[in-house]
Nanobody
């Protein structure tokens, strides 16, 4: 059974850091791009960034650039979202998702379009207090 499981969420003060993990089971992440998304209360789900496990290329949304870093540990079948300098507006449920490569639109690069992703985790709550 294909599964993704996020862990590492929690409560942190403004300016703090959190490290989210996304562990895959039932498939090998080397064949996929992994995206990170978040959804705040009353808002649509949005892309934060993604990584292609084909060439380790990444993409980040403007709000994440310079603060968030996505990496993969293929040996552990795990992806990491390192979040630094967190702000209250980063409060949301964070999801990881997998997209089979090559992508129909972006090829071997990761695609940050939500509808592209085939498999989703259940999410992890991140709360940043002011």
């Amino acid at each position: 059974e294909v599964q993704l499981a996020e862990s590492g969420g929690g409560l942190v003060q403004t300016g703090g850091s959190l490290r989210l993990s996304c562990t895959a089971s039932g498939f090998t992440i080397e064949d996929y791009a992994i995206g990170w998304f978040r959804q705040a209360p009353g808002k649509p789900r949005e892309a934060i960034g993604c990584i292609s496990n084909y060439d380790d290329s990444t993409w980040y949304t403007d709000s994440a650039k310079g603060r968030f870093t996505i990496t993969s540990d293929n040996a552990k079948n795990t992806m990491i979202l390192q979040m630094n300098n967190l702000k209250p507006e980063d409060t949301a449920v964070y999801y990881c998702a997998a997209d089979w490569l090559p992508d129909s639109r972006t090829g071997w690069k990761c695609n940050h379009d939500i509808i592209t992703y085939n498999y989703w985790g259940r999410g992890a709550q991140v709360t940043v207090s002011s």
